[in-house]
């Protein structure tokens, strides 16, 4: 008999199951990295309208009101207390937010800049990832000496802040940013 130049059945099989480990595991990684990139696309849309608003009190000398519903992801803009929006931004409705506020944990906020570009209040959002887990959170601070808004966006390396646990992790863990990475924004 002649030598056997072609595949074995094993080896095809060999072939095709190399083939699909190395599919899942790309796969796996590009519905990771889709979901940082909608993460920080939300990320982006919540500090940029803020940013926004607050400069356009400044220049028309007018407050307007930010209506942050994280549990739809929607941020609505009016001015003042006028019902007409003037903007509203979509974010991802898929992706989980909640703010902590007053130690209480909301799926709505309200902010109103004031004439001179600040914010009525300071509060916290924190974005989470399809574990539950807490991956970025912003810290909106009113200025008080300085005239200028700050907005801190930090990434999550591993601090244990989940979405059952985050208003206990919040309390216990105000002010200090242990695991946390500031980014810029």
Do not use: Q
């Given at each position: 008999?002649?030598?056997?130049?072609?595949?074995?059945?094993?080896?095809?099989?060999i072939?095709?199951?190399?083939?699909?480990?190395?599919?899942?595991?790309?796969?796996?990684?590009?519905?990771?990295?889709?979901?940082?990139?909608e993460?920080?696309?939300d990320?982006?849309?919540?500090v940029n309208?803020?940013?926004?608003?607050?400069?356009?009190?400044?220049?028309?000398?007018?407050?307007?009101?930010?209506?942050?519903?994280?549990?739809?992801?929607?941020?609505?803009?009016?001015?003042?207390?006028?019902?007409?929006?003037?903007?509203?931004?979509?974010?991802?409705?898929?992706?989980?937010?909640?703010?902590?506020?007053?130690?209480?944990?909301?799926?709505?906020?309200?902010?109103?800049?004031?004439?001179?570009?600040?914010?009525?209040?300071?509060?916290?959002?924190?974005?989470?990832?399809r574990?539950?887990?807490?991956a970025?959170?912003?810290?909106?601070y009113?200025?008080?000496?300085?005239?200028?808004?700050?907005?801190?966006?930090?990434r999550?390396?591993?601090?244990?802040?989940?979405?059952?646990?985050?208003?206990?992790?919040h309390?216990?863990?105000?002010?200090r940013?242990?695991?946390?990475?500031?980014?810029?924004?």
């Amino acid at each position: 008999m002649g030598k056997n130049k072609g595949f074995t059945n094993i080896e095809v099989l060999i072939g095709i199951l190399i083939c699909i480990i190395i599919f899942s595991y790309v796969s796996i990684k590009i519905k990771n990295l889709n979901e940082i990139l909608e993460l920080k696309k939300d990320i982006t849309y919540s500090v940029n309208c803020y940013y926004k608003y607050t400069e356009i009190s400044i220049n028309n000398s007018k407050k307007y009101k930010i209506n942050n519903n994280l549990k739809e992801g929607i941020i609505t803009i009016t001015e003042g207390e006028n019902k007409i929006p003037l903007e509203i931004i979509k974010l991802n409705s898929k992706l989980r937010r909640t703010v902590i506020y007053n130690n209480r944990k909301l799926e709505k906020i309200d902010s109103y800049t004031t004439i001179n570009g600040n914010l009525s209040n300071s509060f916290s959002i924190y974005f989470f990832n399809r574990k539950n887990k807490a991956a970025y959170r912003i810290a909106f601070y009113p200025y008080t000496r300085s005239k200028i808004l700050r907005i801190n966006v930090y990434r999550n390396k591993d601090a244990e802040a989940y979405w059952e646990s985050i208003l206990e992790y919040h309390k216990e863990n105000e002010g200090r940013f242990d695991g946390w990475i500031k980014e810029k924004y």
